[in-house]
DNA sequence: ATGACACGCCGAGCGTGA
């Protein structure tokens, strides 16, 4: 009896505040029922966390938050184990960005990378530190046949097909020379992006500003990624960037981003 | 463009995001 690869649909969402967000977030749910669901600033600490609306959908939560500020959460299907809140080693990091668990034998790590806030500031260079740090534990822990899958909030445009506006924007933040390194050293570690491994098509965007109808006029950034070591990434069939949400009542203003996986192999 | 728009903070503007 050889093992049946099935689908496997690995989603990441910066709900932009899950409390504000928990209609739509279940709306979500119901509608596409992805096996994992990894979200970003939740903006929640754990004990107030709203489990009940997951648990109705069949669903298991592990949440990682502190008050009103960023946190992370994972919602599967299945079990998962090996739960890691934060940075495996070394001194905790100064909000909660990293949740990684083990579902059907893929490591995935959920992840809220820093924003930066303005280059040359010390919330930059904390931001080059993190990518840092995350890297050096990837690289670390994991082979490269190893299947991992790193989804989240990423701050960072990958690239100029990942911009509105490549050229009046070229510098600023999510799209500096610096960020984009921090990326790529993460990302050569054995990394693919699995949406670049699918497609070369410039304009696809994960976020889109509140402000200036900027989702109207499609002015957006590539930000939230889903990078997966190669055994894993060979196995992406898809990855769907889904706008529906974006258009509904009291949307964030990230879209979820959805990986779809054949696994196992 | 010091703006815009939204969150959570505990009850009002403020810090922060991207």
Redesign the pocket.
């Known amino acids: 009896m050889r093992r049946v690869s099935r689908p496997f649909r690995v989603v990441t969402w910066?709900v932009?505040?899950?409390?504000?967000?928990i209609d739509n977030v279940s709306a979500y749910l119901a509608e596409k029922a992805p096996d994992v669901l990894l979200l970003?600033?939740?903006?929640?600490?754990d004990a107030?966390f709203p489990k009940v609306p997951f648990l109705e959908l069949g669903y298991r939560v592990e949440a990682f938050g502190s008050?009103?500020?960023?946190g992370v959460a994972v919602v599967s299907k299945e079990p998962v184990t090996d739960v890691q809140r934060g940075f495996a080693e070394g001194p905790p990091d100064q909000?909660a960005r990293i949740l990684a668990v083990t579902v059907r034998g893929v490591r995935i790590y959920g992840l809220?990378?820093?924003?930066?806030?303005?280059l040359g500031s010390e919330?930059f260079s904390y931001k080059l530190a993190w990518f840092r740090r995350l890297r050096d534990e990837i690289a670390g822990r994991f082979a490269a046949d190893d299947p991992v899958l790193l989804g989240g909030?990423f701050?960072v445009a990958p690239d100029d097909r990942d911009v509105y506006d490549p050229e009046g924007l070229r510098g600023t933040?999510?799209v500096s020379d610096e960020e984009r390194a921090a990326l790529a050293d993460l990302c050569a570690i054995g990394l693919v992006d699995c949406f670049r491994s699918m497609s070369d098509e410039a304009g696809v965007y994960s976020?889109?500003?509140?402000?200036?109808?900027a989702f109207q006029r499609r002015m957006?950034?590539r930000?939230d990624l889903l990078l997966a070591t190669r055994p894993l990434a060979e196995r992406c069939r898809a990855v769907v960037h889904d706008e529906a949400p974006r258009a509904w009542p009291?949307?964030?203003?990230?879209l979820p981003v959805e990986g779809h996986f054949d696994w196992p192999p």
């Open positions: 910066n932009n505040g899950l409390r504000a967000r970003q600033e939740t903006k929640v600490d107030r008050g009103g500020y960023a909000a809220y990378a820093p924003n930066g806030t303005k919330a909030d701050n933040l999510h976020w889109y500003d509140y402000r200036h109808a957006g950034m930000i009291s949307p964030s203003d990230h």
